[in-house]
């Protein structure tokens, strides 16, 4: 069965920080995975995906995530945080083909002045 | 958020009453989905659809019916409303991609 860690239900960063988010998946098959991003009173957005190739895949905003098979992770990293970053972030996991995605419990993510 | 509707945006409901939430989408996608979602646990899938006609089960299905009579349309019943299903729900489409795309959500409030 597949499942989702996110570790961290708050991070704090100050502004210019780097940002580093962890998601850890279980999948018994090569898995897609995601990062969405929800801002408040909003529906969760796109930030990125890896479905095959490369391993480290550049998303919106300046986001960037590493795919390491022999880790199961899928990190979320930014050089330099910004104030709008501030958003709850979910990491996600879905089989090639399938048709459930399975989300971790979201990470929220404070940026300080 | 473009391409998926949710109606309405917000509702309080009394114990033991009834609603529909509706969910509509205009990109043609076949599979759509209804999440839930409660503070600190993420989202969780209550039913989904695979194209008109039909339909399975989630994660957390119980106190909920669902129908799929178009590729438009795919709306949410809650049959009697407990404090259970206060949250806030989620209506997605999936693409080709496997991306998903969601509405902007119906605040649900059972008292």
């Known amino acids: 069965a597949q499942s989702v860690t996110q570790l961290g239900s708050h991070v704090s960063v100050s502004e210019g920080a780097l940002v580093l988010l962890r998601c850890n998946y279980s999948?018994?098959?090569?898995?897609?995975l995601f990062w969405y991003v929800q801002y408040p009173n909003q529906g969760l957005q796109l930030l990125l995906k890896?479905?095959?190739?490369?391993?480290l895949v550049k998303g919106i905003n300046g986001f960037e995530a590493e795919f390491k098979k022999s880790e199961t992770s899928f990190h979320l990293t930014k050089p330099s945080a910004h104030m709008s970053d501030a958003a709850e972030y979910f990491c996600?996991?879905?089989?090639?083909?399938?048709?459930?995605?399975?989300f971790g419990a979201g990470t929220r993510l404070f940026v300080k002045a | 958020n473009a391409g998926v509707t949710q109606t309405p945006k917000f509702r309080i409901l009394k114990i033991g009453q009834s609603m529909t939430l509706q969910c509509a989408q205009d990109?043609?996608?076949?599979?759509m989905y209804w999440y839930r979602q409660d503070p600190g646990m993420g989202l969780k899938l209550i039913y989904y659809?695979?194209?008109?006609?039909?339909?399975d089960k989630g994660e957390v299905p119980n106190g909920y019916n669902v129908s799929r009579s178009t590729t438009e349309d795919f709306p949410l019943r809650l049959e009697l409303a407990a404090p259970s299903q206060t949250s806030v729900y989620f209506c997605?489409?999936?693409?080709?991609?496997?991306?998903?795309?969601f509405g902007p959500g119906t605040r649900l409030t059972v008292l």
């Open positions: 997605a489409i999936r693409t080709s991609a496997d991306t998903q795309y």
């Open positions: 999948s018994s098959v090569p898995p897609y």
């Open positions: 890896y479905t095959t190739g490369a391993t």
């Open positions: 996600a996991v879905s089989l090639t083909g399938g048709f459930k995605t399975i």
């Open positions: 990109m043609n996608h076949n599979y």
């Open positions: 659809s695979v194209g008109a006609g039909i339909t």
